[in-house]
C-alpha cells in the first residue's frame, strides 16, 4: 500500500467513528490490508493535521477538511498523467488507484467552479458549474494539481 492509500485509509476509518487510540487505528489499518508501524503511523496523523479530542468515553481522532486537503497536496502532480477536457467536461488520467485520491483533494477544496467529480481507478470526470468557465476551470486544475 503507497503512502497514499494508506493515509486515504487513516482519514477513511477516522472519518467513519471514533478511533480512541492510536493502538485502535492500527487494528483498523490491519483489517483494511495495511501493516502500518507505531512510528510511521504518528507521522502519518501528524501530516494529516489530526488531533485527539477529548471527550465522553476517553476521546477520539479528530480532521479538520482542510488538514486532510494539505496533506493530500504533495501527492497530486506524481499521480496526474493527463489532463484534457472537450466542450463541457474535464478528464483528469490518473495512475492506477490514484483517482479516487484526486478527485477527494478536489471536492476538499470546494470550487465554486466545480460541481462534482466523479472517480474511477484511473480517470477522474470534472463536471463544471458552467461551460463558460470551462478553461478557466482547466487552467486552475493544472496549477492546483500540476503546480
Not at 62 to 89: K, V, Y
Not at 112 to 126: F, R
Request: proline letters at 5%; aromatic letters at 4%; a positive charge.
Amino acid at each position: 500500500m503507497t503512502k497514499t492509500e494508506r493515509l486515504y485509509c487513516i482519514r477513511k476509518i477516522i472519518a467513519a467513528g471514533a478511533v480512541g487510540s492510536q493502538e485502535d487505528l492500527k487494528r483498523e489499518l490491519a483489517r483494511e490490508g495495511c501493516k502500518v508501524t507505531q512510528a510511521t503511523l504518528s507521522r502519518d496523523l501528524k501530516d494529516l493535521g489530526a488531533s485527539w479530542v477529548p471527550g465522553p468515553g476517553g476521546g477520539r481522532y479528530s480532521l479538520s477538511p482542510q488538514s486532510g486537503a494539505a496533506a493530500l497536496r504533495p501527492f497530486m502532480g506524481s499521480n496526474i498523467t493527463d489532463i484534457a477536457a472537450n466542450e463541457t467536461l474535464i478528464l483528469i488520467r490518473t495512475l492506477p488507484g490514484a483517482a479516487g485520491t484526486v478527485a477527494e483533494y478536489i471536492d476538499s477544496q470546494r470550487l465554486p467552479e466545480v460541481l462534482g467529480t466523479v472517480a474511477g481507478d484511473n480517470t477522474v470526470l470534472v463536471i463544471p458549474s458552467g461551460i463558460k468557465r470551462l478553461p478557466a476551470l482547466q487552467k486552475l486544475l493544472r496549477g492546483k494539481l500540476l503546480a
